[in-house]
């Protein structure tokens, strides 16, 4: 759809095609939890950790020499990431290492980059 075809010159509303939407629409809790998982995506360091631990599981010192941030740094995004359940951490030893949380997180990884890629070569 161009730009000029953005805007609707109608002024009918199709009743039975908003009752369908109305009807199909999801709840405003679950909304706003989709907001909230987007936001915790909306970050370019965060988007490198889930691209990095899509790769492979990684500890604090891994991803911080990575991305060449402190592991302080990293550490408040790895949490932020994990409020949203994004990614899990895992104990051995004295190390903790991340990866993602599930093939959710995966699939919606890869999607979005495919969409990304397609708008960047295809446009």
Same mark, same amino acid.
């Given at each position: 759809?161009?730009?000029?075809?953005?805007?609707?010159?109608?002024?009918?509303?199709?009743?039975?095609?908003?009752?369908?939407?109305?009807?199909?629409? !999801?709840?405003?809790?679950?909304?706003?939890?989709?907001?909230?998982?987007?936001?915790? !995506?909306?970050?370019?360091?965060?988007?490198?950790?889930?691209?990095? !631990?899509?790769?492979?599981?990684?500890?604090?010192?891994?991803?911080?020499? !990575?991305?060449?941030?402190?592991?302080?740094?990293?550490?408040?995004?790895?949490?932020?990431?994990?409020?949203?359940?994004?990614?899990?951490?895992?104990?051995?030893?004295?190390?903790?290492?991340?990866?993602?949380?599930?093939?959710?997180?995966?699939?919606?990884?890869?999607?979005?980059?495919?969409?990304?890629?397609?708008?960047?070569?295809?446009?």
């Amino acid at each position: 759809m161009g730009r000029s075809q953005q805007g609707c010159d109608c002024n009918i509303i199709h009743g039975n095609i908003v009752e369908e939407c109305k009807k199909n629409m !999801l709840g405003e809790e679950i909304l706003l939890s989709m907001a909230d998982f987007y936001k915790a !995506l909306s970050d370019s360091t965060r988007i490198k950790i889930v691209c990095a !631990l899509s790769l492979k599981e990684l500890c604090v010192c891994d991803i911080s020499s !990575l991305l060449n941030m402190t592991k302080s740094a990293v550490s408040h995004q790895l949490q932020n990431l994990k409020e949203m359940n994004l990614i899990k951490s895992q104990k051995k030893g004295k190390e903790v290492w991340y990866s993602l949380a599930d093939s959710h997180v995966i699939d919606m990884f890869e999607i979005s980059k495919k969409h990304v890629m397609e708008m960047i070569y295809e446009g």
